[in-house]
């Protein structure tokens, strides 16, 4: 291993002769603000975001339907399709500072609000987003390990019969998805895990399509399409328990449309314009929204179709069906195989911004700054390891899955992470950068526009968040760590 100088690469010392005013021409291998040449098109834009929003929260989504029936439950759902479409485009439009061809670039979410916004706002919403990816980060380790348990017990139940206990515990599955992540987490930077979001994306159409495959074969089977118009009926829950789960439904929806945190750092691998980085965005939220819109129109009512009201929290891993085995492992391997390349997209912002805070605390520290050149085999480049970057990464991922082994509920932790990343992240900063960022004239009637759609927002995520709130507490009565299910 050849012995490199402290953040050694080509792209420190550009970026440093910037710093000191030497002017520099856009080459090869940078862009014209020091950084390394972007390269990415509206299509790995594109494979990024649907990684990113085709997620577990698919699978939950006949539960959400459940409890708000035929007639809410469609309607709720292209709701927040749209606003996550519309918001999406005004965070776009914040990428760059002024001009959009050649304005300063804000490199990340938090750089967007800096740019636009107070230093109290800035914090706040530092705060929301890093505990935000803490949490889906915590959310996938479950979802992954489930799916993993539900491989090992629809084996079982193929072999023993259905009634058989099969109990299995989550984890040491968790534990196996922890170390994938670790070696994942050492890919450095968010540019170089564009094969793994096109994985991943693959993977999550293959899940959904078997999931809306079985919907289908299942409401063929009972002669009928089940449910009804206002979901879930009181009788078969309380009255108030039909208010909580109607709630927790919200937040469960918005858990399936959520990637606004990371819409910046996915912009900023597009290559440089023409044309501007918000347009080919604005492209790639559309292709992306749309094709995840009518995969979770599909699978989540056809899943509310072939159960009615008993349709399972998780749809693949419920055990709504048995049936063939075969395909319902290759939908969970599928699922795990997401969540590794999903896990990724989510945290590389997180891991990013800490490493970037520890080169300006320890600026001569080689622990934090020196890395090490490592042969890799073929014409490949080099890898470059850092022994803070491995540190760091590797205790995030460890901590999660500790947390993550404490609380295993997959539909309440989905339904509260999409509450409490809903209004502030995906609306009210968006709204306020566009804004700033447009001068939209106080009062005017787009102003007034604008704040009305928070305000709507916001009292969403208040219900949400109550209703998830409600099914934690109630899981943790009747919760046992550790224990095998």
């Known amino acids: 291993m050849q012995k490199m100088p402290d953040i050694g690469t080509a792209n420190y010392y550009h970026q440093a002769a910037l710093e000191q005013g030497l002017p520099q021409e856009p080459s090869k291998c940078f862009d014209d603000d020091g950084r390394l040449k972007r390269t990415g098109t509206v299509w790995t834009a594109s494979a990024h975001i649907i990684t990113a929003v085709i ?43 002024g001009d959009p061809i050649s304005g300063k670039r804000n490199y990340t979410y938090m750089d967007a609000v800096q740019a636009n916004l107070n230093g109290f706002k800035v914090k706040v919403c530092g705060y929301l987003q890093y505990l935000n990816i803490v949490g889906v980060a915590i959310g996938y380790t479950i979802a992954a390990s489930i799916s993993m348990v539900a491989v090992k017990r629809s ?36 540019d170089q895990i564009w094969w793994l979001s096109i994985v991943a994306a693959i993977m999550s159409f293959t899940y959904s399509a078997i999931g809306l ?79 995840t819109t009518i995969f979770y129109m599909l699978c989540g009512c056809m899943g509310y179709a072939a159960f009615g009201d008993m349709a399972p929290g998780n749809l693949l ?95 309440d932790v989905a339904g509260l992470l999409g509450a409490v990343g809903f209004w502030p992240l995906t609306v009210y ?34 219900a949400a968040a109550a209703g998830s709130i409600a099914g934690v507490v109630s899981d943790l009565k009747v919760y046992q760590p550790f224990k095998a299910r």
Request: hydrophobic residues 45%; contains cysteine.
């Open 317 to 411: 891993t419920g055990f709504g069906f048995y049936n063939p085995y075969w395909l319902l492992d290759i939908a969970n391997v599928a699922i795990v195989i997401h969540l590794v390349g999903a896990y990724q997209v989510y945290c590389q912002p997180l891991f990013a911004f800490v490493e970037q805070w520890a080169v300006r605390a320890w600026p001569k520290s080689r622990f934090v700054t020196a890395e090490l050149e490592i042969p890799m085999p073929g014409d490949r480049s080099p890898y470059k390891f850092n022994l803070f970057r491995t540190t760091w990464r590797s205790t995030f991922v460890v901590a999660t899955t500790v947390v993550s082994m404490l609380l295993p509920f997959f539909n």
């Open 429 to 462: 900063f968006p709204v306020e950068m566009y804004i700033v960022q447009k001068k939209v004239e106080r009062w005017s009637t787009r102003w007034v526009c604008l704040q009305m759609l928070s305000l709507a927002c916001l009292a969403i995520t208040v």
């Open 55 to 97: 997620g577990s929260g698919v699978l939950s989504l006949a539960w959400a339907i459940g409890q708000l029936g035929w007639v809410a439950g469609p309607a709720v759902m292209l709701l927040f399709s749209f606003v996550t479409y519309y918001t999406s485009a005004l965070l776009g439009d914040c990428y760059r500072s």
């Open 213 to 291: 495959s079985l919907g289908i074969v299942q409401v063929i089977k009972n002669g009928g399409i089940r449910g009804s118009l206002t979901g879930i009926s009181i009788g078969t829950v309380s009255e108030m328990d039909k208010i909580w789960r109607s709630f927790q439904a919200f937040g469960d929806i918005a858990f399936a449309y959520s990637y606004s945190i990371i819409l910046i750092e996915i912009q900023d691998t597009i290559k440089a314009p023409p044309p501007s980085e918000a347009k080919v965005m604005k492209k790639a939220t559309l292709i992306s929204v749309l094709t």
């Open 155 to 190: 084996n079982c139940f193929h072999k023993n019969g259905d009634d058989s206990p099969c109990q299995v515990s989550n984890n040491p599955y968790m534990i196996i998805f922890a170390i994938v992540e670790i070696l994942f987490s050492q890919i450095p930077d968010f």
